[in-house]
């Protein structure tokens, strides 16, 4: 099995998974949009991990991203305008 690979399209922020060419950033045939089932998996991984999960450079340590998800519960409370 080739091993698969995940990238947002920087064009259209679309996520998409899929092959690659050995050239490592040509995508191969039948790459497909799993923009919304790898949102809602990284939400469902974060609210059970019971806290926010932070993304370091592994080369410097520094934090790159910190992911946190408020539940359509959590935002029912909330005042909208």
């Not at 399209?9 to 040509?26: C, E, H, M, R, Y």
């Not at 469902?44 to 992911?67: L, Q, S, W």
């Amino acid at each position: 099995m080739k091993n698969l690979h995940i990238a947002t399209s920087p064009l259209t922020n679309t996520i998409f998974a899929g092959t690659v060419l050995k050239d490592g950033q040509t995508w191969g045939a039948n790459k497909k949009d799993v923009t919304v089932p790898a949102l809602i998996a990284v939400a469902h991984h974060v609210e059970r991990f019971g806290a926010p999960v932070e993304i370091t450079n592994a080369k410097t340590g520094a934090i790159e991203y910190r992911i946190t998800v408020e539940t359509g519960r959590e935002l029912a409370g909330e005042v909208r305008s």
